[in-house]
């Protein structure tokens, strides 16, 4: 059964930064490119970044680029988004997908 469980979102000042993890299993990570997509409220979901097998590309949606990094760590088969330099227009739901599955999503608010 496959399980993708995010976590890490909360509430963060402008220009703070959050970590958001994915712990995956029911599949082989280290098989699966994967990805990290969020959706605001009244908004479609959208791909923020992308990642391939062994980190060796990575692809971040133009409002993130400068701000956002993507990595994995296969051996304990979880994924990152590191954000920095955080928004208010960041706000949304971040979810973690296989690309055949996806997390239940962490709720990421940028307030002052």
């Known amino acids: 059964q496959v399980q993708l469980v995010e976590s890490g979102g909360g509430l963060v000042q402008p220009g703070g930064s959050l970590r958001l993890s994915c712990a995956a299993s029911?599949?082989?990570?280290?098989?699966?490119?994967m990805s990290w997509y969020r959706q605001a409220p009244g908004k479609e979901r959208e791909l923020v970044a992308y990642?391939?097998?062994?980190?060796?590309?990575?692809q971040l949606a133009d409002a993130v680029k400068g701000r956002f990094t993507i990595s994995r760590d296969n051996a304990k088969n979880t994924l990152y988004l590191q954000m920095n330099s955080l928004k208010p227009e960041d706000t949304a739901v971040y979810y973690c997908?296989?690309?055949?599955?996806w997390g239940q999503g962490t709720q990421v608010t940028v307030s002052s």
């Open positions: 029911g599949f082989t990570f280290s098989s699966s490119p």
């Open positions: 997908t296989n690309h055949n599955a």
């Open positions: 990642i391939t097998l062994s980190s060796k590309y990575t």
